[in-house]
């Protein structure tokens, strides 16, 4: 089937500063990713629909200018998150959708663990 | 809007015990489905899916039909191993909610030798 990739899988960083995570398909071109959100022993909350060469899409409570999301190409899409503080830290998840398959399956990412100390 | 619910964890089996775990959804479209299973401390993976009604998916002795007239895609497996021990994800996507997976809240199944 097909893969997503992210990176990287784990990072650890100071409170204030600005952490890049990056998802690629990579074997399949994905017009549209998205962005999740997990906090522990919890579900996933949808963040964002990242679309390729537009503007990202924002669910409601999610601050853009925190968590600025590019989709440059048809297999990569970044999520950076902007002044890091230690509230931040959670495990991210990216998924896409393969547009040439016959079902609505998405195919997820790894995840990154991001830790704000 | 849709929605996936799913029954209250955690659950605690024995070994070998015969597993169950419910799963609803509310959908205005007619939505594909899948089982997500975590394990701990790692991402998502696609367990099962089925695409339209009465289509059963299974995979590594889990099994979940979809039932339309009930709008259900309860998970089973005759008999659970320890290695089972993780949280599982019932979701639904379609174009309604335009490609995005809605996802259950999960379910924590731990098994016990």
């Known amino acids: 089937g097909a893969v997503v990739s992210q990176h990287p899988s784990r990072v650890i960083c100071k409170s204030g500063t600005s952490v890049k995570i990056e998802c690629r398909s990579l074997d399949f071109q994905a017009t549209t990713m998205f962005w999740y959100r997990q906090f522990p022993k919890q579900s996933l909350m949808l963040m964002a629909t990242?679309?390729?060469?537009?503007?990202?899409?924002?669910e409601q409570g999610v601050e853009k200018d925190k968590f600025l999301i590019n989709h440059a190409s048809l297999t990569l899409s970044t999520l950076t998150v902007t002044s890091a503080h230690p509230e931040d830290s959670s495990f991210y998840i990216c998924?896409?959708?393969?547009?040439?398959?016959?079902?609505?399956?998405?195919?997820f990412g790894p995840g990154t663990r991001l830790t704000v100390t | 809007g849709d929605s996936v619910t799913q029954m209250e964890g955690p659950v605690t089996l024995s070994e070998e015990a015969f597993l169950t775990i419910n799963c609803t959804y509310t959908a205005t479209g007619y939505p594909s489905l899948f089982w997500y299973v975590q394990y701990p401390g790692e991402g998502l993976q696609l367990l099962l899916k089925a695409t339209k009604a009465d289509d059963k998916g299974s995979n590594k002795g889990f099994e979940a039909t979809y039932r339309k007239e009930t709008t259900s895609f309860h998970l089973e497996k005759g008999s659970v191993q320890v290695s089972d021990s993780a949280v599982y994800f019932c979701?639904?996507?379609?174009?309604?909610?335009?490609?995005?997976?809605?996802f259950g809240p999960g379910t924590s199944l731990s098994v016990i030798p």
């Open positions: 998924s896409a959708r393969d547009p040439l398959a016959g079902d609505y399956e998405q195919y």
């Open positions: 990242s679309n390729e060469g537009s503007k990202a899409t924002y």
């Open positions: 979701a639904l996507s379609d174009l309604t909610s335009y490609d995005k997976v809605i």
